[in-house]
């Protein structure tokens, strides 16, 4: 059993930065894959990124690459999401989820463990 708590969520201007962290319980946080989603009003949920359980291995969603960065501290047990150069559209409720596979992956299905989200809001 994993328990994940995301944190550092809260309101930046358009072209700013935050750092998201998931923090989880539980000795063995080093065997999952962790992935970040988010879910907009009105909208589906979308992929951001994952990271694999070493943190040698990352993938981003399409919407994201060469703006948010994923890195994990297992001796901490929390996995990261820098947001840089934050714009409008990024705005919703992101969630990190804790996976038991190998390779880091996009699907939600596959995520076994969900936290309950922080507030991402970018004003214009």
């Known amino acids: 059993q994993v328990q994940l708590v995301e944190s550092g969520g809260g309101l930046v201007q358009a072209g700013g930065s935050l750092r998201l962290s998931c923090a989880a319980s539980?000795?063995?946080?080093?065997?999952?894959?962790v992935g970040w989603f988010r879910q907009a009003p009105g909208k589906e949920r979308e992929f951001v990124g994952a990271?694999?359980?070493?943190?040698?291995?990352?993938i981003d969603g399409d919407s994201v690459k060469g703006r948010f960065t994923i890195s994990r501290d297992n001796a901490k047990n929390t996995v990261y999401l820098q947001m840089n150069i934050l714009k409008p559209e990024d705005t919703a409720i992101y969630y990190c989820?804790?996976?038991?596979?190998?390779?880091?992956?996009?699907?939600?299905?596959?995520?076994?463990?969900w936290g309950q989200g922080t507030q991402v809001t970018v004003s214009s």
């Open positions: 990271i694999s359980r070493s943190g040698a291995s990352t």
């Open positions: 539980g000795r063995t946080f080093s065997r999952y894959v």
């Open positions: 989820a804790a996976a038991a596979g190998l390779l880091p992956t996009s699907e939600a299905v596959r995520y076994d463990y």
